[in-house]
């Protein structure tokens, strides 16, 4: 399907809402019958009626079939979080006793429900490098029963051979579960490689202006009819209409403000690496990064996220520089229209800071829609700051 049909067309039934060209908020939490008959068969399938919002709503449902058919995908659930698709995708598929290989330095609420919450249940996991495909054959036990994969992952940009492990994993029936947060299927779409369902945090693209938080899950639809019938309804946590119609308006301009984040990331990486104070630059797309081919394979582009290591013999010369910033903002999150940043070394205790560590000097910029010249002119400030610094 086009794109453009999809983002602008597709699942828009204009006929019943008086050829509204953007859609209803249907904001109700319930839905009347008139016979009983009706409702009997709502409650013997929720997944085809219209019963109560926790389940299915139709603003929700346009904005379902969008988000379904841009991954190339049967079907698809939308969270109230990212960090709750994660967790109704992966509960889904994980008996007590299961084990489930991840990918290192995946989202922090992925590892904190493999560390803290799955093992209340007997379900383990081991970290591998996602790099190397023999690290998910060496991992694998008789009781693997997910893959969960970041690729590329939101600080270092480490990507998996996505083909490779799909093969692998179902030559032994293990399911794969791809956070595609990075690229959105813009750029990326894992599920034409063989990955079994995909998820994404739409707070970040899709939503765009850093207004909502939200999840998208695609996979098959047996997949998904079973994820709704126990983890969605039961955990509550499905998007209600009013952010799922704020998703809507944020699809309208998805690859509009990707190819223009793409075009400012390109200077504002043109502009780091000739900075002295600059040690390294990471991001996929550069023909440095280690898995530049790799990259180029399975991703038709990749913007908004990059990590720089600065050159600093203290923690000082580090907050000084984002201190000084005037117009990139320093906060969480990303995919909206600000450009933010954050410290590798605010995750840790000032004394811990060791020079020589490349994670406690890295920061990871996200470049917004503003100008590249606005943003550059604002990092030169910054350099400034440092120097006199020293
Ligand atoms: C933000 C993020 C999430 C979690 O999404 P929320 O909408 O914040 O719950 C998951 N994965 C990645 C890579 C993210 O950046």
Known sequence: MDISYILNEYAEDRENYYR????????????????????????????STWLYSRGLNPTVEILRKKLAALDAAEDCLVFNSGA??????VLANVKSG????????????????????????????????????????????PNTAIFYLESPNSWTFELQDMKAVAELAKQHQIITICDNSFCTPIYQRPIEMG???VLQSATKYISGHSDTVAGVLTGSKAMMEKIFNSEYLNIGSGIQPFNAWLLIRGLRT???????????TGEVIDYLKKQELVEEVIFPFDESFPQYQLAKTQMSGACGLLTFA???????????????????????????????????????????????????RMLRLYVGLEDADYLISDLEQAFKSMKSLS
């Open 84 to 89: 709750a698709a994660i967790f109704a995708a």
């Open 195 to 197: 990955i079994d369902m």
């Open 310 to 360: 600065i050159k600093a013999d203290n923690i000082d010369a580090i907050e000084k520089f984002c201190n000084s910033l005037r117009h990139i903002l320093m906060a969480v999150s990303w995919g909206g229209h600000e450009s933010l940043i954050i410290p590798g070394c605010a995750g840790i205790k000032r004394e811990a800071f060791i020079s020589n560590s490349r994670e406690h």
């Open 254 to 264: 998805l690859p509009a403000r990707l190819e223009r984040i793409t075009r400012t």
């Open 20 to 47: 509204a060209v953007s859609p209803p908020i249907v904001q109700t939490s319930n839905f009347a019958f008139e016979k009983v008959d009706d409702l009997r068969k709502s409650f013997e399938d929720e997944y």
């Open 98 to 141: 299961d084990h489930i290989v991840s990918v290192k330095g995946v989202y922090t609420w992925a590892r904190k429900m493999f560390e803290k919450i799955l093992p209340r249940f007997s379900v383990t996991h081991t970290y591998i490098d996602g790099t190397d495909i023999e690290n998910f054959r060496n991992a694998i036990q």
